[in-house]
T-cell receptor, first 113, second 116 residues
Framework: AQTVTQSQPEMSVQEAETVTLSCTYD???????LFWYKQPPSRQMILVIR??????QNATENRFSVNFQKAAKSFSLKISDSQLGDTAMYFC??????????FGQGTRLTINP | NAGVMQNPRHLVRRRGQEARLRCSPM?????VYWYRQLPEEGLKFMVY????????ESGMPKERFSAEFPKEGPSILRIQQVVRGDSAAYFC??????????????FGPGTRLLVL
């Protein structure tokens, strides 16, 4: 069974700083997708970024980018120029052939003014 | 283009009552997924449905829980004889389906169930 581990329960940075959230996963599959979802205080689940395992190039969405290391089974999220609105829980998730998302425990990120 | 719709947003039930949660997928999406989030935890997969078919219910408790996605209308997650441990946020997600490809799932706002 796949597992996803987020080793940082909480993180806190100042506005405009860069922050990196860690995620590791375990799978025997070769074709899969990885995601970062954001859950603000409203508790809506919002897709931040997606990475296909067959792509070597790291995904980027504006201020959000990932460092995908397939051999190490590592998938970290970097947030540049952090903003107050980035304050949220961040969940790393894995999707293999079974189509269901497997989530990590989450990292609570606080951006301080 | 409306996103995934869930209702009710909040539901209060007494122990032993039934809870019925509804989910309307995004337009054009034929696949629906239900997840449960207990307080201070990540989301856990419950069930994956296509129209009129349950594809994977490996995350569903064996008793009291059922799900359907009829040909017409929303997907329904039904919890019979609720207990306090059922209190959680229940999220629905939907996706396209393309053969051989994992598609991104988009989430609804969730239903917060409180069992008194």
């Amino acid at each position: 069974a796949q597992t996803v581990t987020q080793s940082q329960p909480e993180m806190s940075v100042q506005e405009a700083e860069t922050v990196t959230l860690s995620c590791t996963y375990d799978t025997s599959e070769n074709n899969y997708y990885l995601f970062w979802y954001k859950q603000p205080p409203s508790r809506q689940m919002i897709l931040v970024i997606r990475q296909e395992a067959y792509k070597q190039q790291n995904a980027t969405e504006n201020r959000f980018s990932v460092n995908f290391q397939k051999a190490a089974k590592s998938f970290s999220l970097k947030i540049s120029d952090s903003q107050l609105g980035d304050t949220a829980m961040y969940f790393c998730a894995f999707m293999g052939g079974a189509q269901k998302l497997v989530f990590g425990q989450g990292t609570r990120l606080t951006i301080n003014p | 283009n409306a996103g995934v719709m869930q209702n009710p947003r909040h539901l209060v039930r007494r122990r032993g009552q039934e809870a019925r949660l509804r989910c309307s997928p995004m337009k054009g999406h034929s696949h629906v997924y239900w997840y449960r989030q207990l307080p201070e935890e990540g989301l856990k997969f419950m069930v994956y449905l296509q129209k009129e078919n349950i594809i994977d219910e490996s995350g569903m408790p064996k008793e009291r829980f059922s799900a359907e996605f009829p040909k017409e209308g929303p997907s329904i997650l039904r919890i019979q004889q609720v207990v306090r441990g059922d209190s959680a946020a229940y999220f629905c997600a939907s996706s396209h389906w393309t053969s051989g490809t994992q598609e991104t799932q988009y989430f609804g706002p969730g239903t917060r169930l409180l069992v008194l």
